[in-house]
């Protein structure tokens, strides 16, 4: 089976409302959907994690992958990838991120040519139900959206998440810059939801070391499970673990130096970034040996959701629910995406290679939205444009 084709189309994914975060107002992500078409009719579907992407994997890897065999997937990363350490050597990982996007295509192609769902060519299921948390966020008001200003709007939030779908597992962000708001937020959500409800908490970095210090000791009573990069670096976070015995993770995927420094707990990122899903399960073995957790962070299409479903159902070590805006986002470029959770989980798709269909038409006015918009912007001021939000059609 030879690669005849490899297209790529830049797509905006839009929340419902924007969140608050650490850089700004967060008001959904910008993806690179890859299609990887064969001399034998089927397409495998990719996608990358930011749209930088695009230009790299149509005029470099491209043409170093026509003609050749989508299924001889360690081939096909050595001609467009060059020797590892070389790599982690360079100034930027766009080759990586590119190359992943492209290869969790050709892991679809393979599925779709055994007719089998990936989860059995990657061994076979040890669960069909994953799980993800909601999320929740300080939110300005949008249209019919948001409006999340308070603490007890986001308890009034997560209670209607738990009392319309189920949900349990909650992770969110508190960051406006004052400590004693998110003090108050975590303590009135753990006496709205009980002690069994799932909390984790996220700051990306916001917080200097003494800041950070003071947030952990005072909400450390409320069964906090993680804390998403609390400070800027693992240094500090180390310094920080001397005060708390909550759990750290992060997005920054360095082994070495959470061994070396015993933080964080816990990785927390995307297939892509690590290079494809061959590499992203090496590392997870990485992670098992090394007694590190695991899971996917949030905000990505259907496709590489599909993905994650996919590998979570065949990895044993990935046992905490990973992160998702499902419920904010008002985009998708699959037929009836996005995933949502009911009761906390999302069953696993059954059908050949990820399991899911591009809807064209939307993928289309997604791309439209990015041509006439560029990619959305993670650090849009609260009062920036409103051209984020333009309704696009749904069918």
């Not at 839009?14 to 608050?20: I, K, N, V």
């Not at 308070?150 to 189920?166: I, N, T, Y």
């Amino acid at each position: 089976m030879k690669i005849t084709e490899i297209r790529v189309t830049p797509v905006n994914i839009r929340l419902d409302a924007p969140f608050y975060w650490s850089a700004g107002l967060y008001p959904g992500t910008s993806k690179v959907v890859v299609e990887v078409e064969t001399d034998q009719g089927l397409t495998g579907l990719g996608e990358a994690p930011s749209t930088d992407c695009a230009g790299l994997i149509r005029d470099e890897l491209q043409p170093r992958l026509l003609g050749r065999d989508a299924l001889d997937i360690n081939g096909n990363e050595k001609v467009c990838v060059p020797e590892w350490k070389v790599v982690q050597n360079t100034d930027t990982n766009l080759v990586i991120k590119a190359w992943g996007a492209v290869e969790m295509a050709l892991w679809d192609l393979r599925g779709k040519c055994w007719e089998k769902p990936l989860y059995l060519i990657l061994g076979g299921p040890v669960r069909k139900e994953i799980p993800f948390t909601e999320y929740f966020a300080f939110r300005p008001k949008w249209g019919g959206a948001g409006g999340e200003l308070s603490p007890e709007a986001v308890v009034d939030h997560c209670l209607g998440m738990r009392e319309e779908h189920g949900s349990t597992f909650f992770e969110g962000k508190l960051t406006l810059g004052d400590p004693e708001l998110e003090i108050r937020t975590v303590r009135l959500l753990r006496e709205a939801l009980g002690e069994k409800v799932m909390l984790r908490l996220d700051s990306n970095m916001a917080w200097s070391l003494p800041t950070a210090r003071r947030i952990l000791r005072e909400i450390e009573p409320f069964n906090i499970r993680n804390y998403e990069d609390p400070v800027a670096t693992f240094e500090e976070m180390a310094v920080l673990r001397r005060h708390s015995a909550i759990p750290f993770s992060s997005h920054v995927p360095d082994i070495r130096r959470a061994m070396a420094l015993g933080v964080p707990d816990a990785f927390v990122t995307n297939f892509t970034v690590l290079g494809g899903i061959n590499r992203a399960l090496r590392f997870i073995g990485a992670c098992e040996a090394m007694g590190l957790d695991f899971w996917c962070y949030s905000g990505d299409a259907g496709i590489c959701t599909a993905a994650y479903l996919h590998v979570v159902a065949a990895t044993q070590w990935i046992r905490e629910p990973s992160q998702s805006l499902f419920r904010w986002q008002i985009d998708d470029v699959i037929q009836d995406g996005p995933f949502r959770q009911t009761n906390n989980v999302i069953p696993v798709p059954e059908g050949p290679g990820l399991g899911v269909v591009l809807d064209r038409a939307r993928m289309a006015a997604c791309h439209q939205h990015f041509l006439e918009n560029g990619p959305l912007d993670h650090f849009m001021e609260a009062d920036g444009p409103a051209k984020c939000y333009r309704r696009l059609p749904r069918d």
